[in-house]
């Protein structure tokens, strides 16, 4: 396919959209498609999320995947859902993930080691990218960039859509701008119960088990075939 501003712009929509929908956000796709190419004005609370978002992705395009990126990126992402002195920063307070009856799922990364699990996930990012891997390897490690930065939760807020721009980036890094074009976002959406489930490998980040974690891995191939 040709890679042109128009499509990236259509293909961002999706992934956009429906990693926002994941998170609970009430926006259609199809009004976000009339707003952002026809000038549909709709209430700024109903798009601005969302906006954000694609502005994290349009950044990530022309971005380097590297540290610093990552956090500007986090910042663009969540202008309209943190505070300043939370956005692109790494948390210092204990993150705590709650099922919908109010029960903790999962306990992510003491704050006291975030930085220190963000700077070995960013140093093997970076070994991988230097590396030549072939393009089931690109795709395995782009899953596991995603479900590692799920598991640290190094964010106040925000960290299921950069963990899915993440995998997103990584793959364009290896495979080309095509891979932008991947309608991961909309699959998992389509099966987020799944997702849910195949993220839950441990009830704390020092009981994570990696061994368990194949199901989620399928999942990012799987959207190659979605309908």
Known sequence: ??????????????????????????????SYLKHKFQQVSYCPDYTKKTDDLFAAYAFARNASLQSGNILKAHAILSEHMLAASGRGRIRTKIEMILDKEGRIEYVAAPPAIVEREMKKLLSDVSLLLKSDLRAEEVFYFASMIHLVFLKIHPMEDGNGRIARLLEKWFLAEKLGENA??????????????????NVHIGLEYESVNYARCLPFLLMLPAALVSD
Request: proline share 2%; hydrophobic share 35%; no cysteine.
């Open 1 to 30: 396919m040709e890679f042109t501003t128009d499509v990236f712009g259509f293909y961002t929509s999706v992934s956009a959209v429906y990693s926002s929908k994941i998170e609970g956000e009430e926006i259609e796709f199809d």
């Open 180 to 197: 932008w074009y991947i309608p991961s976002e909309r699959h998992y959406h389509q099966n987020l119960a799944v997702y849910y489930r």
